[in-house]
Structures are given as structure tokens and as C-alpha cells.
């Protein structure tokens, strides 16, 4: 779903920009409100998990493969505002390290796969929450339900961007039933791993997991004759030990995910590209403007071994994609207030 210069005109090219800049400034102050000193680096840790998973390239049909796009898995795991950035910042680490995605198409790809994955994704779970079982098995199958829907979402948004802006005159009736038809099958995929992940980290930490936030009905106390809100427990010294090791088992999932795995990935052109090959509509691509970089492609230059140079790109990427990431939503997090009310002073 990477769209390279030159499918989309410059105007249109544009108005995508300046609705991306947009929208990261909105989710810029959204994040906030979901972020603090603890939900922070494991944001940073999503971007890079979600940056080696895209690694991994699935097969879907003859001669076809795809990839995860990571909003809807972003979105429910730290906050759609969160998730938002953290595919932006996948993006952004992808066109100017790997010349994977235009840099002047960087707008669409941010409206495309940042905004509308998310956004889609966000509300179709959220509807499914309020309608299933307060389980913890009903967040995973909200998980892949928004997950599968949010990929073929992207497709028509592509469909319609290119029907503004698209720089070859193939119909666009041909373009929406082949973008629609083949991401429809990626968004299996999509959803796959995104209940996986998502079940994985609910049942080690559920407090952990953004959209599972009020799973667990807050429980009242009758003070003079009034409900008033329990006071939430003390987190255990266990419980805190196990959130550094969620982060550091995120972590080298990563790393090994990008630097090993991904060899063995499919060959196979994506989505886009197998469609833009087929239907004509990348006539007009453009080089791209960081074709020279030492990671173009996904490989470390000047170093033969196919498989030491992919691996190496990999772990490259993940560690500037962490700290990039960590470094944005540490930025951006709420910051505790000290609590200075008399109750507070009790020893």
C-alpha cells in the first residue's frame, strides 16, 4: 500500500499533505490525554513492532503478497490518536531510510494508511466492545473484526485518491474492483496478527492494552448513604517488573522478527504493486529521491550476503524506529501531578 511518487498528481499530492500535517497535529495533542510516563515507550515499542511485521510480506493469491498495516493494532493497543503517530512515524522512517514510499506521496500515505486505517479500525471496535461480552475474548475478536475491515477502508481510500489525482487515465471502476478484491484478502491477514498480538498482551497485562481499558467494571463503596468509586489498587512491584519485560520481550520479538524472519518473507510484489503492475497506473512512477540511501531497499549497502544485508537493515530499522518513537511520545505524554491533598501526607 506503499504508494511511490509519481501515481498521484502534485495537487492532490498536496491537499493529502496538508491533511496528513493536519491530522498529526490533532493526534499530536490527542496522544496526551492517552500517553504517560508508563503507556509512552511501550507506544515506542508498537511503532517498531509494527515496522518489522510490515517485514514480513504474506502471500494471498498467485503471484501476489501482503503486508500488515498496523493501525488498526496500533489504535486499540495505545490509543487511536497514538496509533495514528505511530504509523506516521513508521512511514516517515520507511521513505527517507528504505525509499519504501514516495516522499512527496508521504501525505497520501499517512492519510491512507495512518488516518483511514485507524480511524475505521477505532470505531469499528469500539462498536463491537459495547455490543459483546465484557471478556477479555471479545477484545480479540473486536481486534480482528476492525482489523479485517480497516485494509480494504485503505483500499478505497487509495481508489478514490486516485480517481482526484491519478496521473494514468486507466478507469477507475478497474483500479476499485482490484485494490478492493485483492485487500480484501490481505485484511485476513491484517486481522490475524493483529488478535494475535492483541490476545497475547491481554492475557499477560490487560491493563496494558488501551481498548481494554474499562473491561473491568470499577467498583463502588456506600459512604453516608452514597456510591462513590473505589479507590483503584496499589499496582504490585510484580506487576511493574512484568511491564519492562512485556517492552523487552517486544522488543527482541522485533528485532529477531526484522533482522531474521524477514528473510524468509514473500518475494512477491504487494497489493499496489501487483495492481498498479497490472492495470498500468504506475506508468508514471518517479525514482525515488532517497534511492541512494545506504538502507534503499531494505538492505545495507556494499554488503553482498543477502541475508546479513536484510537482517542488518531490519535491526537498523527497528532500533531508529523505537527511539524516534519513544522519543516523540515521551515528548508528548501526560505528566503526573503530584498529589499534595491532606490524604496524601498520611503516612
Request: some cysteine; proline content about 4%; overall charge positive.
Amino acid at each position: 500500500m506503499h504508494v511511490p511518487d509519481g501515481f498521484i498528481n502534485a495537487p492532490v499530492s498536496a491537499v493529502t499533505g496538508v491533511v496528513a500535517a493536519g491530522a498529526v497535529a490533532v493526534s499530536l495533542r490527542g496522544a496526551r490525554r492517552e500517553l504517560d510516563e508508563k503507556t509512552a515507550p511501550l507506544a515506542g515499542l508498537v511503532a517498531a513492532f509494527i515496522f518489522a511485521v510490515q517485514m514480513l510480506n504474506f502471500p494471498v493469491a498467485a503471484g501476489t503478497s501482503g503486508h500488515l498495516l498496523g493501525g488498526a493494532l496500533a489504535a486499540i493497543l495505545v490509543g487511536p490518536f497514538t496509533g495514528v503517530l505511530c504509523v506516521s512515524v513508521v512511514l516517515l522512517m520507511q521513505g527517507i531510510l528504505f525509499a519504501d514510499g514516495g516522499l512527496t506521496a508521504l501525505g497520501v500515505n499517512i492519510t491512507d494508511m495512518a488516518i483511514v486505517t485507524t480511524v475505521v479500525s477505532y470505531a469499528v471496535f469500539r462498536g463491537l466492545v459495547k455490543v459483546l461480552p465484557r471478556k477479555k475474548r471479545s477484545i480479540t475478536v473486536a481486534a480482528f473484526v476492525s482489523a479485517l475491515l480497516s485494509v480494504p477502508a485503505a483500499a478505497v481510500a487509495f481508489t478514490l485518491i486516485y480517481a482526484l489525482g491519478g496521473t494514468t487515465d486507466v478507469p477507475i471502476t478497474k483500479v476499485a474492483t482490484a485494490m478492493i478484491g485483492v485487500h480484501v484478502l490481505i485484511g485476513i491477514g491484517e486481522a490475524t496478527i493483529t488478535a494475535l498480538t492483541v490476545g497475547a498482551v491481554i492475557a499477560v497485562r490487560p491493563d496494558l492494552v488501551y481498548g481494554a481499558r474499562g473491561l473491568q467494571q470499577q467498583l463502588k463503596l456506600r459512604v453516608g448513604g452514597e456510591l462513590v468509586d473505589a479507590p483503584a489498587p496499589a499496582v504490585p512491584v510484580a506487576a511493574r517488573t512484568s511491564r519492562r519485560k512485556v517492552w523487552a520481550v517486544g522488543l527482541v520479538t522485533s528485532l529477531v522478527l526484522a533482522g531474521f524472519v524477514s528473510f524468509y518473507a514473500s518475494a512477491s510484489p504487494d497489493g499496489l504493486e501487483k495492481v498498479a503492475k497490472d492495470q498500468g497506473i504506475d506508468k508514471n512512477t518517479k525514482k525515488h529521491h532517497t534511492e541512494n540511501s545506504p538502507l534503499a531497499g531494505y538492505g545495507v549497502k556494499d554488503i553482498s550476503d543477502a541475508r546479513i544485508s536484510g537482517g542488518l537493515a531490519g535491526v537498523i530499522g527497528v532500533g531508529v524506529t523505537v527511539v524516534a518513537g519513544t522519543g516523540i511520545f515521551w515528548t508528548v505524554r501526560r505528566r503526573r501531578t503530584a498529589d499534595v491533598s491532606p490524604s496524601s501526607q498520611v503516612a
